[in-house]
């Protein structure tokens, strides 16, 4: 590897690390426990509060031991121009203040390209943990936030195989990149057996495999009132065989009280045709034990998700992803996932092959093995 960080043998290498949104908190946890082993290291976590609700943030930081950032640059929400561009504007002095050898970006969020393109302006290495994934759909805004990422990093951490392709087709030398495994699954190998004894289903009222569980967010799932109600309509045929619980995103929640979907929704939940144990229940956001212990238990999960698609691998649930695209190709290979869509009649379909064949076996993608923060954190480490 050429693209180490050089400096004398006794300085601390400091490492900024970037966390902005729920997803990245279940990243980067397992990386500040692995800091903890090398003496060599100085982590700065930086949360730029893109997610700030208590539900969003809070409950993760604690949940998953991650330390209180040691700054909080208090974005929220905006734009993705004004997002984007203030994360930019209150990360440089940050930068410029601490100094680091080498600033972590995970994911795809807005807050990842924004700081690592302060970071490589300012001449700061740049190491983009889950590098190289690619849906090949540029009207999804964290694809193009990927692609210009990994454009700019020095280190590409990446996940499966796809994303080594990915990368070498983009040109990007193989030097700079490792494949590693996936922080995520270090997290759910973690905590899987804490999760397990959570409440959540008692408190539901659910029976292990007896219901499915939807999760949704992406713009062009929920900000448009066609695609959002003809996807109601599919939960709500759905919850006629099997409970659904929904435990949804603000921004969904938002919208489908601004589409007036909510009178629907109460209408399903209490309808003579559903599930005798159920119907559609819409719910807030919950936190991470209490959403492994879901997933883990559930007979189905519907989600346009990235990392569930990942999550639901290693569970052995099946999963059916409401895009017409992954960048996680190997959880269809392995074949827990299936991509279908927004269209009713597929989506309905594939549910039923599941309700009739069962639960799946499929096989683990390579390195997801609980030990990626360890692989990522001895490369940082090792510097002369
Ligand atoms: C962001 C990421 C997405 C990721 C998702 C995980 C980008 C481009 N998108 O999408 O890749 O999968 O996080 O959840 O970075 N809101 C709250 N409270 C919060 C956060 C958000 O109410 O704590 C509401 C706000 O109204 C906001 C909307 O949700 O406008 C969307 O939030 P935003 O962070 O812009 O994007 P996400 O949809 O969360």
């Not at 959540?200 to 009222?205: A, F, K, P, Q, S």
Request: aromatic fraction near 6%; glycine fraction near 6%; hydrophobic fraction near 40%.
């Amino acid at each position: 590897m050429n693209q180490k960080v050089t400096m004398g043998a006794n300085r601390k290498i400091k490492i900024m690390n970037v966390v902005a949104a729920r997803p990245n908190f279940v990243k980067i946890a397992p990386l500040m426990a692995e800091y903890k082993k090398w003496p060599r290291i100085k982590p700065i976590l930086v949360h730029t509060g893109q997610h700030y609700d208590i539900r969003m943030s809070k409950d993760f930081f604690d949940q998953l031991e991650i330390p209180r950032p040691d700054i909080n640059l208090e974005i929220g929400s905006a734009s993705h121009a004004i997002q984007t561009a203030e994360i930019m504007k209150r990360f440089e002095p940050i930068l410029l203040k601490y100094k680091p050898d080498v600033v972590v970006v995970v994911g795809d969020v807005n807050s990842t390209l924004a700081c690592a393109l302060v970071s490589a302006k300012l001449g700061v290495k740049v190491a983009h943990v889950e590098a190289g994934l690619r849906s090949f759909d540029r009207r999804m805004p964290e694809e193009i936030n990927r692609v210009l990422t990994d454009a700019i990093s020095d280190y590409l951490f990446v996940t499966e195989a796809s994303g080594l392709k990915n990368l070498r087709k983009e040109g990007i030398p193989h030097e700079k990149i490792y494949y590693v495994g996936n922080v995520m699954i270090d997290t759910l190998r973690r905590y899987i057996e804490k999760a397990k004894k959570m409440k959540i289903l008692e408190e539901l009222g659910l029976r292990k495999r007896g219901y499915a569980l939807v999760t949704m967010h992406r713009p062009s799932n929920v900000d448009d009132p066609i695609v959002l109600r003809r996807l109601i309509d599919v939960f709500g045929k759905i919850s006629q065989e099997l409970p659904v619980i929904f435990p949804a995103h603000p921004r969904t929640q938002q919208n489908i009280e601004a589409f007036g979907l909510k009178r629907k929704i109460s209408r399903m939940a209490s309808s003579p045709d559903a599930s005798p144990d159920g119907g559609l229940r819409v719910i807030d956001p919950i936190g991470y034990l209490d959403f492994l212990q879901l997933m883990a238990s559930a007979k189905v999960v519907l989600t346009d998700s990235g990392g569930i698609q990942e999550e639901t691998t290693i569970l052995h649930v099946p999963c059916l992803t409401l895009r017409e695209n992954t960048e996680r190709p190997i959880t269809v290979e392995i074949g827990s996932n299936r991509i279908v869509g927004t269209n009713p009649t597929r989506i309905l379909e594939e549910f039923k092959k599941i309700m009739t064949t069962g639960s799946i076996r499929c096989g683990t993608p390579k390195a997801w093995d609980g030990r990626a923060a360890a692989r990522i954190v001895e490369i940082l480490g090792s510097t002369e």
